[in-house]
């Protein structure tokens, strides 16, 4: 991914991961002499090589360091509740939680949804606790504890899954279990219906669009390989609403239409599907989002076999990014396991974007004596000033919390002891940040010795122009607290600090 520093206006270096692959399997021995690189059609010299293996290519030498936060891989599971009836989230549910439940334990998992009338919602941050995502995938819903990170679970919640887990045989049984989830799924199916029926053209196709251009952004300060998985049937299940008139509408709203009605195919939109007009200057927009943040889009077909093509706009959506379309597929399960192993391995190259233009550049890399049948998958263009980071991004928060990502902001001083943990906070430094009268967000976390988190504490505390010393706050810790630590937030500003018994 793109470095960039806290401070920094423009890029320094530029990391395009590239994937080969053959089939489902990444192709390994490539070396920096592989490959070609362009940068707005433009030969552009690969001043760093590396090959990053992440899941189950990592080798036995790989295994044993630690992997480093741009190593690891972070997949995002959307639910495209807008444009997919009740049976084929049902499926898409399933075939997410076989895929979580037979990937490496260093891959990390978010859950979201979207749908017209919300917008997009996070169930789960980025994480490798398997049961906070089994709850997420099987609900749909965000956890009980009110945490505002989406970190940690009540107690009842993660109870019952464990009971569940220790009956069943199958490691993915515990990610959909009618029975567990029946009264949340029965609450979710009600909400979900009520959001399909409140859909036809409001905000509809177009605004997904723009609804993924600031999921681009929010995505943009996590480190590591980026991918957003999008279980949906696309746009034209607009009839399930209305099979007489949401169709029609929502393509109406979306499309620049021919004179036979349908959607243009035009010079407007040239990658990725045929999708023209407004929508395919959306999508290019869009495309330009996620390349900019280094993120990876790939779009699952849900309705199987039923289409040899697939979904145009599913197409068009993952065409730009690198990422894959996978349609005509019944087997959801295992076409998402095979999607993972495909990105399994990377070759990092990098360069100096020298000269490059402040916003759009285009990146093409080309694999020298490709046999055939092989596939190079990259991102496609970069910005060279890129946003800054949102430390307000709870999505960044929940990342810095769990992985321990160093801060510059003033952070708390933590003392620990059984039970309780005091927590200092330097108001004179708060009130010279702050510049005036203002007010700090404290959020501290414990953890159990597994890493499994137990419990949050949320606190707003006023800073005057003139504070000076220090306040003291206890909190107090649940039983089984091994690992306390604590957020600190004040006008855009972030601190973290740590504690361990």
């Known amino acids: 991914m793109a470095q960039t520093t806290r401070e920094a206006v423009t890029i320094e270096v530029v990391d395009v991961p590239v994937f080969v692959s053959r089939g489902t399997q990444p192709v390994a021995g490539l070396t920096r002499d592989d490959f070609e690189l362009s940068v707005n059609g433009k030969p552009q010299a690969i001043e760093y090589f590396d090959v990053v293996r992440t899941g189950s290519t990592r080798t036995a030498a790989d295994a044993a360091g630690p992997q480093s936060l741009r190593e690891r891989r972070l997949f995002l599971i959307l639910f495209d509740i807008a444009f997919t009836p009740l049976h084929g989230l049902a499926r898409a549910q399933r075939a997410a939680g076989d895929l979580i439940a037979r990937s490496p334990e260093n891959d ?14 996070f169930a789960s941050p980025f994480t490798r606790d398997r049961v906070a995502l089994a709850r997420a995938v099987g609900s749909l819903t965000k ?7 989406s970190i940690v679970m009540t107690m009842r919640e993660r109870q019952t899954l464990y009971r569940w887990a220790a009956t069943l045989r199958e490691r993915s049984d515990p990610f959909f279990q009618p029975a567990l989830f029946d009264n949340a ?12 029926w409140l859909n036809k053209v409001r905000r509809a196709a177009e605004n997904q669009v723009l609804d993924f251009n600031d999921l681009s952004r929010r995505l943009t300060a996590l480190q590591g390989q980026k991918h957003v998985v999008l279980l949906s049937e696309g746009f034209d299940a607009g009839g399930a ?3 007489a008139k949401s169709a029609a509408a929502v393509r109406n709203a979306s499309f620049d239409l021919g004179p036979n009605g349908l959607p243009e195919v035009g010079s407007t939109f040239a990658e990725g599907g045929a999708v023209g007009g407004i929508m395919g200057r959306r999508i290019m927009e869009m495309h330009r989002a996620f390349q900019a943040s280094d993120i990876v889009l790939h779009t699952v077909d849900l309705k199987g076999v039923s289409t040899l093509m697939g979904n145009d706009a599913l197409s068009a959506l993952a065409g730009g990014t690198g990422g894959k379309f996978v349609h005509n597929r019944n087997d959801l399960s295992n076409a998402l396991v095979e999607l993972s192993s495909t990105y399994s391995q990377s070759y990092v190259l990098g360069f100096r974007p020298v000269g490059a233009r402040r916003n759009h550049n285009s990146i093409s890399v080309k694999l020298r004596n490709a046999s055939r049948g092989t596939t190079v998958s990259y991102r496609k263009g970069f910005d060279a000033t890129p946003d800054p980071i949102d430390v307000n991004e709870g999505l960044y928060r929940a990342d810095v919390v769990l992985n321990d990502v160093p801060q510059s902001g003033t952070a708390a001083a933590l003392t620990m002891r059984s039970g309780a943990v005091e927590v200092r906070l330097p108001m004179a430094q708060l009130a010279a940040q702050a510049g005036k009268d203002g007010k700090a967000e404290l959020l501290v976390y414990s953890f159990a010795a597994n890493g499994t988190a137990l419990g949050f ?3 707003v505390i006023d800073v005057a122009s003139n504070a000076s010393g220090e306040k003291t706050i206890e909190v107090a810790l649940p039983a089984g607290t091994t690992v306390a630590k ?8 972030l601190g973290f600090s740590k504690i361990s018994l």
């Open 108 to 121: 990390y998992f978010a859950v979201a949804m979207y749908s017209s009338r919300r917008g997009l919602w």
């Open 143 to 149: 956890p009980e504890s009110g945490d505002p990170l």
């Open 185 to 196: 799924l029965e609450n979710v199916s009600a909400d979900i219906m009520q959001e399909q």
């Open 241 to 243: 609403y209305d099979p």
């Open 457 to 459: 504490h949320r606190q």
């Open 486 to 493: 604590a957020l600190l937030a004040i006008n855009g500003s």
